[in-house]
């Protein structure tokens, strides 16, 4: 019977109930949009450098963390491979022999990072082949072909077939340079990336640098899901005990500080957005309970109890965020959904965004127990922001509300 | 014993310039049964006495002795539950929760007091019918005149079973013919259940009715008489 003329009071004034409730719809919608706009701008950041730059894990020669000698090397790194394929959730893993040095055109010199690559398996891991935008990706050119990115290649004005000159030191120390044909031009959306790696054939780099042909200075491995990643570093680490196997949060620390940071942003966020709406719920209950103070006082003069009346007032406010509260989240689920499918395209200003390696079209997305957080959050809002109504009400001596007659 | 009496009661409104004795001095024994008026000037006193016989108000000194207890003694909290169960309640206007309907209005004490649906409801029907209205019995406040409200109020007083009904002027904001039907019934359910009704009133067409009129003045009580009642 309570909940029922709670439930019937909050129609008393329709107009007043309804403003209250659509703006708590407005404030969760928009709220929870922009909140997965940045978490999809934030996530697909994130992805990018991984699937492109990083990869879930690196395994390294535990010396060469610390001095990227090219002498530290992971022997046999080849053969590691097949075995590392055997974990079910790896997708797909790669072997690099990487070497830092300068290439040089006929213009100018810039420094870069060399990295050997066996073409196949490196573009199962990071999807190299799709960002050629000029030429190809090792394939007519048989000797000693090269993918450069776009940016360097305007540095370095060359074109695809032209002639790039790799200068670096080799295993013994002296100064080696090999003769170069640009194959591919490649564009990925981090154009800071573009300009600092060049890929060669990892059995060409091998053979300059003077480095057993198995052997390699990275194993990058790709997994099917992010969430398996404890799981598989546990597994690799085991089989691996000499080497170093390091997942991306470790790689990467700041990219794990951008998730944490974002989700921290985001508590602060929803808690000013229901800190409005709270207000705004305690001014229209107040209003609703000043409005009734005959009638309150009618009540607890025929005998309805002091709880009954604070818990009558709580229902009531609970019952606008009740509503309004899923709507809001439904709204938003349904905007966040069909943007996450067709995305928002930000071209105008992605020229600034891809130098910080970002997507010029967001999707936006939402980790799924967020959704629950942040009904939670509105129902505790609500029932926070009803307290001082309810306290309102009960403190009425009914005396002087029956006065008032 | 009687149902209500009152000992020296006298209060004192101390919050304006002047003192106000609003209740002087008031000693009264009220039998179960009775259909007592408290009439007066306006400012005598009748509502405060009233308020302060009900429990909604505390005497600044004397006593209140419902069926021998001192209600004096009690809280807040337990005067709001030995309302409920001891007293009915008929006030000017604003008597009805706006968003129930007659029959829900009349349950809802009885709710309160957690009496079993069936009885509820059979009580609620059997009241309803006194008071004339079981045609209206699911039309809200808004959609009954003044005087059908008040009389769904009446049926609402008496819904909790309690030991008498204090109606502080029922009638002010009815015209004739609604005054008469209502204390009709007043009169009837005081005769048939036996109810103590006490009420309030200017109105000498209601004065008329009282079998006992209590006079007010100055929060004193002037006099105090039995009368045979017009009908
Ligand atoms: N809360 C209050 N504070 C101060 N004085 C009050 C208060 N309530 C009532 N009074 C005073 O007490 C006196 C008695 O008031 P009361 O309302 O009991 O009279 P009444 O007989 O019911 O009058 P009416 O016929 O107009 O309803 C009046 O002088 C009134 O001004
Ligand atoms: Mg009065």
Same mark, same amino acid.
């Given at each position: 019977m309570l909940s029922l003329i709670a439930w019937k009071n909050i129609w008393r004034n329709k107009v007043r109930s309804l403003i209250v409730m659509t703006s708590i719809v407005l404030g969760i919608w928009a709220g929870t949009f922009i909140m997965s706009f940045s978490w999809g701008m934030t996530s697909q950041y994130v992805n990018l450098a991984i699937k492109q730059e990083i990869s879930h894990i690196q395994i390294h020669q535990p010396d060469y963390k610390k001095? =990227?000698?090219?002498?530290f090397v992971i022997p046999e790194a080849e053969s590691l491979l097949s075995e590392i394929k055997k974990v079910k959730e790896v997708k797909a893993v790669s072997a690099r022999t990487l070497v830092n040095g300068m290439a040089s055109s006929a213009t100018t010199g810039i420094g870069v990072n060399i990295e050997g690559v066996d073409p196949v398996s490196e573009n199962t891991v990071t999807g190299m082949k799709e960002n050629v935008i000029e030429g190809d990706y090792f394939?007519?050119? =048989?000797?000693n072909p090269l993918i450069i990115g776009q940016k360097l290649a305007n540095k370095l004005k060359v074109k695809v077939r032209n002639k790039v000159v790799l200068t670096f030191q080799d295993e013994s120390g002296n100064i080696t340079a090999g003769a170069f044909r640009v194959a591919g031009i490649y564009k990925t959306r981090n154009s800071t990336f573009d300009e600092l790696n060049v890929f060669t054939q990892k059995e060409d780099l091998n053979r300059l640098l003077g480095v057993h042909d198995g052997d390699a200075h990275e194993i990058a491995v790709l997994l099917?899901?992010?969430?398996d990643l404890p799981v598989v570093m546990k597994k690799l680490t085991a089989k691996f005990p000499k080497l170093k196997v390091e997942s991306w949060e470790e790689i990467a620390p700041d990219l794990k500080f951008v998730i944490g940071s974002f989700e921290q942003t985001m508590y602060l966020f929803i808690t000013i957005i229901l800190l409005a709406l709270a207000f705004g719920i305690v001014n229209i209950m107040l209003m609703a309970v000043l409005e009734r103070v005959r009638e309150l006082g009618m009540l607890m003069a025929i005998g309805m109890s002091k709880p009954r009346i604070f818990f009558m007032i709580m229902l009531e406010t609970f019952y606008l965020s009740l509503i309004s509260g899923p709507l809001g989240l439904a709204l938003a689920y349904g905007t966040i959904h069909y943007f996450g499918i067709h995305g928002i395209d930000l071209s105008a200003f992605s020229q600034g965004l891809s130098s910080y390696g970002m997507d010029s079209t967001v999707r936006t997305s939402l980790p799924a127990g967020l959704y629950a957080e942040i009904l939670l959050m509105v129902f505790v809002a609500s029932i926070l922001a009803a307290i001082y109504p309810s306290i309102k009400a009960i403190k009425l001596r009914p005396v002087e509300a029956i006065r008032k007659i | 014993m009687a149902v209500i009496e009152s000992i020296h009661l006298t209060k004192i409104y101390d919050e304006g310039p002047v003192k106000v004795r609003a209740v002087n001095d008031v000693s009264l024994k009220i039998e179960e049964g009775e259909f007592a008026a408290i009439v007066g000037p306006s400012g005598s006193g009748k509502t405060t006495l009233l308020n302060i016989i009900g429990g909604l108000d505390h005497p600044t000194s004397g006593k209140v002795l419902i069926n021998g207890n001192?209600?004096?003694?009690?809280s807040e909290n337990q005067l709001i539950d030995f309302r409920l169960h001891n007293i009915g309640f008929i006030f000017q206007a604003y008597n009805l929760i706006p968003v129930l309907t007659a029959r829900e209005n009349v349950s809802f004490v009885m709710l309160l007091q957690k009496r079993p649906k069936a009885e509820r409801e059979k009580r609620t029907e059997e009241l309803l019918k006194e008071v004339g209205l079981l045609d209206r019995i699911n039309n809200r406040p808004s959609e009954l005149s003044g005087g059908q409200q008040q009389r769904v109020a009446v049926a609402r007083a008496l819904a909790s079973r309690p030991k008498f009904v204090l109606a502080d002027e029922p009638t002010a904001n009815l015209d004739s013919k609604s005054t008469a039907n209502l204390l009709d019934i007043m009169a009837r359910l005081n005769h048939e259940e036996n109810m103590t009704f006490i009420f309030s009133t200017h109105d000498s067409r209601v004065i008329e009715r009282a079998r006992r009129v209590i006079t007010l003045e100055d929060g004193h009580i002037v006099s105090d008489v039995q009368q045979t009642p017009h009908t």
């Open positions: 001095d =990227k000698n090219i002498k394939e007519t050119i =048989k000797h099917n899901n992010n969430n | 001192d209600i004096s003694e009690l």
